[in-house]
């Protein structure tokens, strides 16, 4: 199999976004274009005059990599060659949820046949580890710092995944990082799909989450397997497959793998945060049947 996404990048060593890119485009094959916006994946994969991409590449600005896509893809149409190339928008949490959610929503909205990955980091990682709408709640970044009066993020994570399926788009996937066979499976069907298709990646960053760079993918399970990362489809609106657990782990055999929610294990009422974060991955089990046993 041809390598993609090549070698010589100026990511962090166990960077989960390198890894997925570089299973994104295995599993895509050769015959894409693909667009990113600025974030860490152009920053790391581009330094002129130099590349990593093995496929044609467009990086948009930080918050309309899905509009730039869409005038690929309806640009392929209008010269009668959709038929040469999928595209393919490759873009972090940041530029998805937050500046680029209305972009997005026109492009879901259009119909356009576009497969868009999210790779989901949980924070503004490219500018200094700020939080975003994705940063899950008792995590501290540079922006919902961990303190004297503070826990770090209060609010909840953005479900993607159901504002992509309330849109209409045909085919919706979580994923992550730390299951790649999963993952590289999911591409396939991505893109294989007629119309908007959509994937919430789960990206392990040992940087922003503060781990050795040694346990990406042990970490990115870890998320699994707790019930905090649910794999699942959607099809046509219906939930077709879940990673079912047969016995799922507790999340604090998660978080205290990250410097970023070390504060939770020795500030006073930090057990609470964790029962709230607990509550997360239980409510999860029950809305997606995570569990095998009960």
């Known amino acids: 199999m041809k390598n993609l996404f090549v070698s010589g990048h100026r990511a962090c060593a166990g960077c989960g976004m390198a890894i997925a890119v570089k299973l994104i485009l295995e599993a895509a094959g050769e015959d894409v274009i693909v667009v990113s916006p600025t974030g860490c994946l152009e920053i790391v994969s581009s330094p002129y005059p130099e590349t990593s991409w093995r496929v044609p590449w467009i990086h948009s600005l930080f918050e309309n990599a899905a509009s730039v896509a869409s005038g690929?893809?309806?640009?392929?149409?209008?010269?009668?060659r959709k038929h040469e190339a999928k595209v393919l928008a490759i873009a972090g949490d940041g530029a998805t949820?937050?500046?680029?959610?209305?972009?997005?929503?026109g492009m879901f909205e259009r119909g356009h046949d576009i497969t868009y990955i999210c790779y989901d980091n949980e924070a503004y990682m490219n500018t200094g580890v700020q939080r975003s709408s994705m940063t899950p709640p008792g995590a501290s970044a540079t922006t919902s710092p961990a303190g004297k009066v503070s826990f770090g993020e209060i609010h909840p994570k953005k479900d993607l995944a159901s504002i992509a399926v309330a849109h209409g788009v045909g085919y919706v996937a979580t994923a992550s990082v730390g299951y790649g066979l999963d993952l590289m499976r999911k591409v396939r069907r991505a893109i294989d799909h007629d119309g908007p298709s959509f994937i919430h990646l789960h990206t392990s960053c040992c940087t922003g989450w503060r781990h050795p760079s040694s346990?990406?993918?042990?970490?990115s399970r870890l998320?699994?397997?707790t019930g905090l990362w649910p794999l699942y489809e959607v099809v046509d609106g219906e939930i077709t497959d879940v990673k079912r657990l047969p016995k799922r782990l507790p999340v604090e055999d998660y978080l205290k793998t990250q410097g970023r929610f070390s504060h939770l294990f020795r500030m006073e009422g930090g057990e609470e945060i964790i029962r709230r974060i607990q509550a997360i991955a239980d409510a999860n089990a029950e809305r997606f049947g995570l569990d095998l046993e009960g």
Do not use: H, N, Q, R
Request: a negative charge; hydrophobic letters at 55%.
């Open 72 to 80: 690929i893809e309806a640009g392929l149409k209008a010269l009668g």
């Open 97 to 105: 949820a937050d500046i680029g959610m209305g972009p997005l929503s």
């Open 215 to 219: 346990k990406t993918i042990e970490i």
């Open 223 to 225: 998320a699994v397997l």
